[in-house]
């Protein structure tokens, strides 16, 4: 016994006629005869008397009828009941993100959802993209930002950015003057870099070294603006993505483009594979897609 049995039982009983109900509840007359069959042979008692035009209650029909209609009510309350509840978007996201983070696109992401769903709330966590991935395998996060394309096999994900790194440098340095700058060129400068928790740190060494060199490194950090200062002290060159360049004004310092080969900050969001998402990391995931295509249409009508 089921609320389908229930319901079409009591369906039948309101209308007294197996046609008309079957008609209100869009399903055949068979499917209803058989179903108040079954239900009759579970309980072992003749709930319809089908011998008279009308169909009639039999006296454990009516016992029956009145239980039915207030399970079949209670259902259906709490149906509504959990439907207003989820349809509110209460709960709380956990998101790890990296300092390299854009942080406008970001803020103004956060700032677009919270409006539109004041119910949720969003806990971030900084960390570098080693340990975002690490968290989020774990389950104490539920969704994570991070700078390379993700293993596809635990994760799954969406692209959020896709920027080419550019060369921080001294105003005082010879290659400042250049157009852009070739990876190799770079071969004895002092790197400033993200620490080895972030993927961009194995990124650039690796580009380094197919460029046939291993980079001096004199600092790790993962502070971009200690790493601004350092390079603005003429302390050595860093990379940075170029949309985190265009906010950089200071006379001591200057961008370049990065050539031959380029080096790409390509930032994903990401959750577990398999692993449930509450309804609210859902409805964020749902809303940062559309927030972010209608982000590149605007760009590209601009």
Same mark, same amino acid.
């Given at each position: 016994?089921?609320?389908?049995?229930?319901?079409?039982?009591?369906?039948?009983?309101?209308?007294?006629?197996?046609?008309?109900?079957?008609?209100?509840?869009?399903?055949?007359?068979?499917?209803?005869?058989?179903?108040?069959?079954?239900?009759?042979?579970?309980?072992?008692?003749?709930?319809?008397?089908?011998?008279?035009?009308?169909?009639?209650?039999?006296?454990?029909?009516?016992?029956?009828?009145?239980?039915?209609?207030?399970?079949?009510?209670?259902?259906? /309350? =709490?149906?509504? #009941?959990?439907?207003?509840?989820? %349809? &509110? +978007?209460?709960?709380?996201?956990? @998101?790890?993100?990296?300092?390299?983070?854009?942080?406008?696109?970001?803020?103004?992401?956060?700032?677009?959802?919270?409006?539109?769903?004041?119910?949720?709330?969003?806990?971030?966590?900084?960390?570098?993209?080693?340990?975002?991935?690490?968290?989020?395998?774990?389950?104490?996060?539920?969704?994570?930002?991070?700078?390379?394309?993700?293993?596809?096999?635990?994760?799954?994900?969406?692209?959020?950015?896709?920027?080419?790194?550019?060369?921080?440098?001294?105003?005082?340095?010879?290659?400042?003057?250049?157009?852009?700058?070739?990876?190799?060129?770079?071969?004895?400068?002092?790197?400033?870099?993200?620490?080895?928790?972030? /993927? =961009?740190?194995? #990124?650039?060494?690796?580009?380094? %070294? &197919? +460029?046939?060199?291993?980079?001096? @490194?004199?600092?790790?950090?993962?502070?971009?603006?200690?790493?601004?200062?350092?390079?603005?002290?003429?302390?050595?060159?860093?990379?940075?993505?170029?949309?985190?360049?265009?906010?950089?004004?200071?006379?001591?310092?200057?961008?370049?483009?990065?050539?031959?080969?380029?080096?790409?900050?390509?930032?994903?969001?990401?959750?577990?594979?398999?692993?449930?998402?509450?309804?609210?990391?859902?409805?964020?995931?749902?809303?940062?897609?559309?927030?972010?295509?209608?982000?590149?249409?605007?760009?590209?009508?601009?």
């Amino acid at each position: 016994m089921d609320i389908l049995h229930l319901r079409y039982f009591t369906e039948v009983a309101r209308q007294k006629n197996f046609s008309k109900a079957a008609q209100i509840i869009h399903v055949s007359q068979s499917a209803i005869s058989k179903i108040i069959k079954d239900l009759e042979t579970e309980l072992g008692v003749t709930l319809l008397n089908r011998n008279s035009k009308a169909v009639e209650l039999t006296d454990a029909g009516i016992i029956f009828f009145n239980q039915a209609q207030q399970v079949v009510s209670l259902f259906d /309350s =709490l149906t509504s #009941e959990f439907e207003k509840e989820y %349809k &509110l +978007a209460r709960g709380k996201i956990l @998101i790890g993100l990296p300092p390299i983070t854009e942080a406008t696109v970001f803020a103004q992401l956060l700032g677009e959802f919270r409006k539109q769903y004041p119910q949720i709330d969003i806990e971030l966590y900084e960390h570098g993209s080693k340990k975002v991935e690490q968290k989020i395998r774990e389950g104490s996060l539920d969704i994570g930002i991070v700078c390379h394309i993700p293993d596809m096999t635990i994760y799954d994900s969406f692209a959020l950015s896709n920027d080419p790194l550019r060369v921080i440098i001294h105003t005082g340095h010879p290659l400042s003057r250049l157009k852009s700058i070739d990876l190799k060129s770079l071969a004895y400068e002092s790197f400033v870099i993200y620490r080895d928790d972030f /993927s =961009l740190h194995d #990124e650039i060494i690796d580009k380094c %070294k &197919l +460029a046939g060199f291993q980079p001096k @490194i004199i600092f790790e950090t993962s502070q971009q603006e200690l790493m601004i200062q350092t390079v603005a002290a003429n302390l050595g060159i860093a990379f940075l993505p170029s949309r985190l360049c265009a906010d950089l004004h200071m006379n001591t310092i200057t961008t370049i483009p990065l050539v031959n080969p380029p080096i790409w900050h390509q930032m994903s969001v990401i959750w577990k594979k398999g692993r449930y998402l509450s309804h609210a990391a859902q409805l964020w995931l749902s809303f940062a897609r559309k927030y972010l295509f209608q982000e590149d249409t605007d760009e590209e009508l601009a």
